[in-house]
T-cell receptor
Framework: GAVVSQHPSWVICKSGTSVKIECRSLDFQATTMFWYRQFPKQSLMLMATSNEGSKATYEQGVEKDKFLINHASLTLSTLTVTSAHPEDSSFYIC?????????????FGSGTRLTVV | QKEVEQDPGPLSVPEGAIVSLNCTYSNSAFQYFMWYRQYSRKGPELLMYTYSSGNKEDGRFTAQVDKSSKYISLFIRDSQPSDSATYLCAMSVSGGSNYKLTFGKGTLLTVNP
């Protein structure tokens, strides 16, 4: 149980276009979703925290107008990379507290590899 | 000093060996401790989860938390080539559902057949 489904698993887009990444909690309600970015051979870097029905909280240095996060329902959170550039190429991963509660640990999506050409 | 320190390795062991992975931390408020396994180009997979101090065993995996020393460990017995991956420790403070995880840098483990 406690599965987060992330799509797409990989995407290639042209510079200047926007890309949307979806994360769905399949068997629990995710009131909170964390969005991470990971560069090769590095650990996960938290970008933002989204809460259902409210504005996302962004980490220092993350452009909120570039990385739009929407958490409109208890089972769906989306990250849109707007006007993507090659430096946005990275591995993006979402995560939510299992069962909607911290006490059960956090489960991760399978990740999205974004390549901007 | 970083909040969570983890030796990045790489660590290479023969099949069947006992593997010991460790993290130290500086924030005494951390209450939840986790170990994740991440294969290349995949999302992290939760291996072990511990609240506060103590030991927890699950199959070939044992997690230990020593809050007095601010030190956590993951032991893998009878290691297999399929255990080859990056292992990430992670921890968070207590309270509510929206407390973020703080990760170690990850240790790259290779188990050789």
């Amino acid at each position: 149980g406690a599965v987060v489904s992330q799509h797409p698993s990989w995407v290639i887009c042209k510079s200047g276009t926007s890309v949307k990444i979806e994360c769905r909690s399949l068997d629990f309600q995710a009131t909170t979703m964390f969005w991470y970015r990971q560069f090769p051979k590095q650990s996960l870097m938290l970008m933002a925290t989204s809460n259902e029905g409210s504005k996302a909280t962004y980490e220092q240095g993350v452009e909120k107008d570039k990385f739009l996060i929407n958490h409109a329902s208890l089972t769906l959170s989306t990250l849109t990379v707007t006007s993507a550039h090659p430096e946005d190429s990275s591995f993006y991963i979402c995560s939510a507290p299992r069962g909607g509660r911290q006490h059960y640990g956090y489960t991760f999506g399978s990740g999205t590899r974004l390549t901007v050409v | 000093q970083k909040e969570v320190e983890q030796d990045p390795g790489p660590l290479s062991v023969p099949e069947g060996a006992i593997v010991s992975l460790n993290c130290t931390y500086s924030n005494s408020a951390f209450q939840y401790f986790m170990w994740y396994r991440q294969y290349s180009r995949k999302g992290p997979e939760l291996l072990m989860y511990t609240y506060s101090s103590g030991n927890k065993e699950d199959g070939r995996f044992t997690a230990q938390v020593d809050k007095s020393s601010k030190y956590i460990s993951l032991f893998i017995r009878d290691s297999q080539p399929s255990d080859s991956a990056t292992y990430l420790c992670a921890m968070s403070v207590s309270g509510g559902s929206n407390y973020k995880l703080t990760f170690g840098k990850g240790t790259l483990l290779t188990v050789n057949p």
